[in-house]
């Protein structure tokens, strides 16, 4: 499978399937490789990985998660890219989940006031992060505070690399899979939960490649119509302004508390959650132990969306909107939603 984006001008391909890192061996134009790949995916594929490298493509392998964002790790990749002697026709290519690719692409920014990067996505998630252009890494002020927009030359995805992806991080991934079907379509989200009903489906990764595909569509309908993030870009929070507070909160993985958020979306859009709910569960989705309220509250009200007391959401109706909600409402909506997880059980 195969599309190129529809921006006005600087379109890339990305490319999904068992060809997409074929297709990546054949660009030759560039005088300069330089691979960030992350260590799981080196030990889990390293058949794969060698044959990608020829000499003299410079090569990090760097460990993945958050403690690759930093300033630090940041610092040493680009001090000893430099010191390799690079020209600015030189490509970055990420391999590996969103942090490999934020960061990578952060590089990709950068280095010589900005060379390409290519993404070879190795994560559910990444079918998300991969496309957008928005790269970077953390602060100690918050997450993603230093970066840039820099869109790729290229996103080349073989779907064999999420075969050694643990259940919870396949998991994660998905709820990016599961906001993106239901931005589209209340139909299209009963569509992705009748191929993937149950965490067994989900592990064997069934009918993941055209899930993926339509992820990667729905992102791109809404990126490419506002890329900077002055309008409907904040579509993609769906689920996440909760989700966001809970995450924080409890250190759990992203996409399990953005499940949680879109059940919390769900009740503040007047609609039923027991449909999602029942989904969740047979996904074996983990839940933390809630805590009072007002620790939730002062998270989000922390966000820079957010003025005076009020917090906004995106909520669906047939399509997404934006409304403001008071502490009452809020509170309302946790209670309902508290009492409705009260019955569920995890294990
Ligand atoms: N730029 C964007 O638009 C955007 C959007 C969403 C999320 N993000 C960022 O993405 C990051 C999360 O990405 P993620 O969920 O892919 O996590 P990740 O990159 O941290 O990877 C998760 C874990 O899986 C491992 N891993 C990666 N690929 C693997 C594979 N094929 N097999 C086995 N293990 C593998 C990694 O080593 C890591 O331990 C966050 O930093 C988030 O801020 C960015």
């Given at each position: 499978m195969e599309l190129t984006t529809t921006?006005?001008?600087?379109?890339?391909?990305i490319v999904i399937g068992d060809m997409a890192l074929a297709k990546l061996s054949e660009i030759n134009h560039y005088q300069h490789y330089i691979y960030i790949i992350d260590k799981q995916v080196s030990r889990y594929h390293h058949e794969k990985i060698k044959k990608l490298i020829k000499e003299p493509d410079l090569v990090f392998e760097v460990d993945g998660g958050e403690r690759l964002k930093t300033i630090e790790e940041y610092s040493a990749v680009i001090e000893a890219i430099l010191a390799s002697g690079v020209s600015r026709q030189s490509v970055v290519i990420a391999v590996g989940g969103g942090s490999v690719g934020d960061f990578a692409g952060f590089i990709a920014a950068t280095l010589l006031r900005g060379v390409d990067f290519i993404q070879v996505p190795t994560t559910i998630l990444a079918h998300d992060s991969s496309v957008g252009g928005k790269t970077g890494i953390n602060s100690h002020a918050g997450k993603n505070l230093i970066g840039a927009f820099k869109r790729p030359a290229g996103v080349y995805y073989d779907l064999s690399f999420l075969t050694s992806l643990s259940y919870?991080?396949?998991?994660?991934?998905?709820?990016?899979?599961?906001?993106?079907?239901?931005?589209?379509?209340?139909?299209?989200?009963?569509?992705?939960?009748?191929?993937?009903?149950?965490?067994?489906?989900?592990?064997?990764?069934?009918?993941?490649?055209h899930w993926i595909m339509a992820g990667i569509k729905k992102k791109l309908d809404i990126v490419v119509?506002?890329?900077?993030?002055?309008?409907?870009?904040?579509?993609?929070n769906l689920g996440h302004t909760f989700g966001h507070a809970v995450e924080f909160k409890h250190k759990i993985a992203h996409g399990h508390a953005v499940m949680i958020g879109l059940l919390y979306m769900e009740i503040l859009s007047g609609r039923h959650p027991l449909q999602l709910l029942k989904w969740f569960h047979a996904l074996h989705l983990p839940l933390p132990r809630f805590d009072d309220f007002s620790c939730y509250y002062d998270l989000m009200k922390k966000d820079k969306k957010n003025k005076d007391e009020y917090i906004q959401f995106v909520l669906l109706e047939d399509r997404p909107y934006m409304k403001s909600f008071g502490y009452h409402e809020l509170l309302l909506?946790?209670?309902?939603?508290?009492?409705?997880?009260?019955?569920?059980?995890?294990?």
């Open positions: 921006y006005s001008d600087r379109n890339y391909p919870n991080e396949k998991l994660s991934g998905f709820a990016e899979v599961i906001k993106h079907a239901m931005l589209e379509s209340e139909e299209v989200r009963q569509q992705l939960e009748h191929d993937i009903p149950t965490s067994f489906e989900l592990n064997q990764l069934n009918r993941m490649d119509a506002d890329e900077y993030e002055h309008g409907m870009r904040s579509y993609l909506a946790f209670q309902q939603l508290t009492s409705l997880l009260g019955g569920y059980d995890d294990h």
